[in-house]
Nanobody, 127 residues
Framework: QVQLVESGGGLVQAGGSLRLSCAPS????????MGWFRQAPGKEREFVAT????????YYTDSVKGRFTVSRDNTKNTVYLQMNSLKPEDTAVYYC????????????????????WGQGTQVTVSS
C-alpha cells in the first residue's frame, strides 16, 4: 500500500486560485490512473477529476470543467490539481487517490476504482 501526501490547500477568496499536489511518500509507484475527490462537511465524498498516468487523458465532473485542470509529472511522481475561479461551494477536504486498474470515465469517477488514498488537504473559499 502506498501512502499519498497532498499539499497546497489553504484559504482563498472567491475567484482566486490554488494548486494542489499529490505524491507518494517514500517510494515510487506506477498507477494506472490518479483521481481527485473532495468532501464537504455533511456531504458524501464526490469525484472531481481523474487522469491517466500513461496517456494524460483527463476527465472532470461537470461543476469544475473549465476551472480546474488535472495534470501529472511522471518524472516527479506527482499529480496536480490547478484550481482557478474558485467558488465558496468548492470548499472541502480534497483527496488524491491512486488506482492500478484500467477504468472507464464513469468507473474512474467511483472511489472503488482506487486503492491508495491521501490524508486530504483542506481548501476553504471565502465569499
Amino acid at each position: 500500500q502506498v501512502q499519498l501526501v497532498e499539499s497546497g490547500g489553504g484559504l482563498v477568496q472567491a475567484g482566486g486560485s490554488l494548486r494542489l499536489s499529490c505524491a507518494p511518500s517514500g517510494r515510487t509507484f506506477s498507477p494506472i490512473t490518479m483521481g481527485w475527490f473532495r468532501q464537504a462537511p455533511g456531504k458524501e465524498r464526490e469525484f472531481v477529476a481523474t487522469i491517466s498516468w500513461s496517456t494524460g487523458r483527463t476527465y472532470y465532473t461537470d461543476s469544475v470543467k473549465g476551472r480546474f485542470t488535472v495534470s501529472r509529472d511522471n518524472t516527479k511522481n506527482t499529480v496536480y490539481l490547478q484550481m482557478n475561479s474558485l467558488k465558496p461551494e468548492d470548499t472541502a477536504v480534497y483527496y488524491c487517490a491512486a488506482g492500478y486498474y484500467v477504468c472507464s470515465d464513469y468507473g474512474c469517477s467511483r472511489p472503488g476504482a482506487y486503492n491508495d488514498w491521501g490524508q486530504g488537504t483542506q481548501v476553504t473559499v471565502s465569499s
